[in-house]
């Protein structure tokens, strides 16, 4: 439950600090002394979206803290404890919003999804959402009790929603790889005619550049081998000519190093690998010929490689073994595709039957309930002086969407044999307020919330009605708090505590403040509202018979 409620420097109010208790609060308060205002600041407290105007005094920053009493769980012992939470909200004068639950910074989600289980605030503008389908919709399936049933449901729906868009996905680009189809085929076969095989650009550059220089290489290479093998003065003769020098005489006799002992083994090793080097020379140079057509040859196959190089767009002919492979692979998933399709669309109709099974089965529920609901509501309602009432749910199929396939629509006539119509369309302002309170009554029961805060529900009411609505509403705050801001005495005397909502003037504005009111402070404000501004003795009395 609401256990205090903080609002600091926001709109006409200064600084209030409410302290709340269980069953019937009631709010009460002249028109436009401030009650909406701290509705406002509770709702910034759901997170609704915070206004810079809402801010008086630009030096200062907006503060709404609300204390709530909730039941919580020991996670070692599993028994029920108490426990505080404390949850802030918090505008700079920039218009800078921050959020805290016990003292953590949290997100505005974060913050309405934990607010949203704890209170419930019944405006004047929520009946807007009791005559929409949607809220209608919410309130049937918290009667039936599907929230396990809709969670599977919803599951299946998006599970649903992405196979059927992976199809899409998969045809349309199926349709667009057809359309390119033959282009791959073109390139393809130019490739295919084409056969690169990796590094035989390279190989084929090589070849031609010998080829186109044959004669000049020949030349080159038979001078080398002159150079070595000549018999006057190639390398090879001078060599054998040095051997045969230090052979002519004994080395010992000049005392050599060892090294010094080695020289004709050395120069006969280096004999051995120029005579190899010009006999490799001469070979190479006996290979090399002019051949024309060889070269002709060679040279048509690497334009070939150039202008299919350039043609489509790569770097060299390796990367056209690599595109050759892509294209094949290209074209196979094109002609193969239609496999994973069939197979998503089999998967897409397992999960269409089973996702209508749960819906089906969701009608039913809702059926039910609808029935119970309407059966509960004008029961409540006959006793609210609405005793030609009659209310029925309409639950139509239609077509599967993430709620299920059910349009639900509250239809009900006030007066005697008149035809069901729309809520919205035939209800007046004060059969409204009752019949949203029997509903909110019902749904208050269901949903367990811990706080229901309503904002004149009694709006349209007087006499018997009107106490009969507060009879409902106490009888209501013995299963959860209840806060009610209320212009009838009936209602306001039913309270367990009252509040009073007032303006006063300070040195520099008017601002807005709260008080608990006493026993005898109850009497007058209640006199009040029964009389006018002129307490009279006769107002007086009937305020102390109202309080009991």
């Avoid at 130019?190 to 590094?199: A, D």
């Avoid at 081998?225 to 080395?251: K, P």
């Avoid at 367990?448 to 106490?467: K, Y």
Wanted: charged residues 30%.
């Amino acid at each position: 439950m609401l256990q205090k409620l903080i609002i600091r420097n926001y709109a006409l109010i200064d600084e209030v600090e409410i302290d709340f208790s269980e069953g019937l609060s009631i709010i009460t308060g002249e028109t436009g002394a401030g009650k909406s205002i701290m509705l406002g600041a509770l709702g910034l407290l759901l997170g609704e979206r915070a206004d810079n105007k809402a801010i008086s005094d630009r030096s200062r920053k907006t503060m709404v803290e609300a204390t709530f009493l909730i039941d919580a769980t020991d996670p070692q012992t599993g028994l029920p404890v108490m426990g505080e939470l404390i949850v802030r909200r918090e505008i700079s004068p920039s218009g800078r919003s921050r959020a805290f639950i016990d003292d953590s910074p949290v997100t505005l989600v974060q913050l309405s999804e934990c607010t949203s289980h704890l209170l419930d605030i019944h405006s004047q503008h929520a009946n807007l959402s009791l005559n929409s389908r949607e809220g209608q919709l919410r309130i049937i399936d918290a009667m039936a009790d599907t929230e396990q049933l809709l969670a599977d449901y919803k599951g299946e729906f998006r599970k649903y929603v992405t196979l059927r868009s992976k199809i899409r996905n998969l045809r349309e680009a199926k349709v667009k790889n057809l359309e390119k189809r033959s282009y791959i085929e073109l390139q393809l076969q130019g490739l295919n005619k084409l056969k690169p095989r990796r590094g035989e650009q390279e190989e084929v550059e090589r070849r031609f550049e010998m080829l186109s220089e044959a004669d000049e290489i020949r030349e080159y290479l038979t001078a080398a081998h002159y150079s070595l093998a000549s018999d006057n003065d190639g390398a090879m003769t001078m060599v054998r000519q040095a051997i045969d020098a230090l052979e002519s005489f004994n080395l010992q006799a000049v005392d050599p190093t060892p090294e010094e002992e080695s020289l004709i083994t050395r120069l006969n090793s280096l004999y051995i690998e120029l005579k190899d080097i010009a006999y490799t020379a001469e070979q190479l140079a006996e290979s090399v010929e002019s051949n024309p057509a060889l070269l002709a040859q060679t040279g048509a196959r690497m334009r070939a490689y150039y202008e299919a190089v350039k043609s489509l767009g790569v770097d060299n002919g390796d990367d056209l073994v690599d595109l050759r492979d892509e294209l094949e692979q290209q074209l196979h998933l094109i002609d193969s595709d239609d496999s994973e399709t069939k197979e998503l669309e089999h998967e897409a109709r397992a999960v269409a039957k089973h996702l209508k099974e749960l819906a089906d089965e969701l009608s039913g529920k809702r059926r039910d309930a609808a029935l119970l609901f309407s059966e509960r509501l004008t029961e409540r309602a006959i006793p609210l002086g609405l005793q030609n009432l009659k209310f029925s749910v309409a639950v139509a199929e239609g077509k599967l969407t993430s709620d299920g396939q059910d349009m639900i629509e509250f239809t009900c006539s006030f007066n005697k044999n008149g035809a069901l119509m729309p809520m919205a369309a035939t209800a007046s302002g004060g059969e409204l307020s009752r019949l949203t309170l029997c509903i909110k009554s019902l749904m208050a029961e269901k949903m367990e919330m811990p706080t229901v805060i309503f904002d004149e529900i009694d709006t349209g009411v007087s006499g018997e009605i009107a106490d009969k609505m507060g009879r409902m509403m106490l009888e209501m705050s013995k299963m959860m708090q209840i806060i009610t801001i209320t212009h009838l005495p009936q209602v306001a005397a039913k309270g367990i505590r009252h509040y009073k909502v007032y303006k006063r003037d300070t040195e520099e504005r008017t601002i807005s403040a709260v008080s608990e009111l006493s026993q005898e402070e109850r009497v007058r404000e209640i006199a009040g509202m029964l009389s006018g501004e002129r307490l009279t003795d006769a107002a007086l009395q009937a305020a102390r018979v109202l309080l009991g």
